[in-house]
C-alpha cells in the first residue's frame, strides 16, 4: 500500500512539474547587432587566449550574456574573474541555429546555462570593472582552485592541452591540436 501511494505522489509530482509553462525567456532592450552598455557579475570562469576573453556576465538573476572581449594590437587583457563586477560596451546578438539536421542544439545548450545573449567588444578600453565583489564565495574558491589546476598541470606538463583534459579549459589549444583531437576519436576526453 505504502509503495503505491508512494509512486502515485511521483507519477502526480511529475505530471504537474509538466505541466508548469515554459519560463518566459527575458528581453533585452536591443536589436541584434546593436551596441549596448551592459553591467553586471562575472558568474564563471573567464577564458583567456591572450588575445581574445570569454566569460559570463549576469545582467540579471536568471539572465546572462556570454561576453568576447578582443584585445586590439599592443593591448594587454585585463585580469578578469569571477565575482567582479563590469560594463562593458559590446555588440549584442541571440544566439541562433544553423538549422541542419542532427546539428547541435546551440541556443538549447546556452540557454540551459541561462545564458540568452552573446555580446562581444573590441578594444580593451570599452571594459570598465566597478570596484567591488560579487557573487558566491564559494563558487569563487572552486573556480580558483580550477584555475590553479589549470596552470600548474600547464607548468608541470609544458602542455597547453593539459588544462583542457583535468579542468576543462580548452583556451590554448589550437584549431589544428582540436582537428587532430577529433581525428584519432580522442576529443571527447
Given at each position: 500500500r505504502q509503495i503505491c501511494l508512494l509512486a502515485a505522489c511521483f507519477l502526480v509530482?511529475?505530471?504537474?512539474?509538466s505541466r508548469q509553462p515554459a519560463p518566459r525567456e527575458p528581453e533585452l532592450d536591443a536589436a541584434?547587432?546593436?551596441i549596448v552598455l551592459l553591467s553586471g557579475c562575472i558568474v564563471g570562469p573567464v577564458s583567456s587566449d591572450g588575445i581574445q576573453s570569454r566569460f559570463p556576465v549576469e545582467?540579471?538573476?536568471g539572465a546572462d550574456a556570454r561576453v568576447?572581449?578582443?584585445?586590439?594590437?599592443?593591448e594587454v587583457l585585463p585580469l578578469l574573474e569571477y565575482g567582479q563586477q563590469i560594463e562593458v560596451e559590446a555588440k549584442v546578438r541571440k544566439?541562433?541555429?544553423?538549422?541542419?539536421?542532427?546539428a547541435f542544439d546551440f541556443v538549447g545548450y546556452l540557454h540551459r546555462q541561462s545564458v540568452y545573449w552573446l555580446a562581444s567588444a573590441w578594444g580593451t578600453n570599452k571594459l570598465?570593472?566597478?570596484p567591488g565583489n560579487c557573487g558566491s564565495s564559494v563558487r569563487r574558491s572552486i573556480l580558483g582552485m580550477r584555475a590553479w589546476i589549470a596552470e600548474h598541470g600547464r607548468q608541470v606538463s609544458h602542455e597547453d592541452f593539459?588544462?583542457?583534459?583535468?579542468?576543462?579549459?580548452?583556451a590554448l589549444i589550437t584549431k589544428?591540436?582540436?582537428?587532430?583531437?577529433?581525428?584519432?576519436?580522442?576529443?571527447?576526453a
Open positions: 509530482g511529475g505530471f504537474l512539474s541584434s547587432g546593436e545582467l540579471e538573476p568576447t572581449l578582443t584585445a586590439r594590437p599592443g544566439p541562433k541555429n544553423f538549422g541542419n539536421p542532427g570598465t570593472v566597478i593539459m588544462p583542457a583534459l583535468l579542468v576543462g579549459d580548452n589544428n591540436d582540436t582537428a587532430d583531437f577529433r581525428r584519432t576519436g580522442t576529443y571527447h
